[in-house]
């Protein structure tokens, strides 16, 4: 465990200061880390890319979460990634990266206090069947 020193003292949700999108790529929140807080964790050598400042979104008001939840991102396979479908700045980054952006409308649920990484549990099955 290695522990992030944002740079808001309010922070309190990961997705939106850090979202790592594949192996030696991770996107980060401008206005809450600097890439020099990652100095001497695993992310330390990777390529850092800040996230672009999240346009104002249509729809619910979100009084539980900030505007950066447009990070809260959730990727398939290091190269899949599923996105607000009103996130039109964070798509054409992800595509500059190399990154096929899955875009879904999501924003009402945002207004609930998270997204898409918020809304699945990350999982890993063993396939094989126990001995019976």
Known sequence: MHVLAPEDPHAMHIDATLCPLREGLALYNPERLQPSALAGTPLDGWDLVPAPWPDPAPGPPHYMTSPWLNMNLLVID??????????????????????????????????????????????HRDRRRPSA
């Open 78 to 123: 290091g190269h899949q990634v599923v996105v607000e479908a009103g996130d039109e700045k964070l798509q054409s980054l992800l595509v500059s990266l190399g990154l096929t952006p899955l875009p879904l409308p999501f924003r009402h649920v945002q207004a609930l206090g998270g997204s898409f990484h918020c809304a699945t549990l990350d999982i």
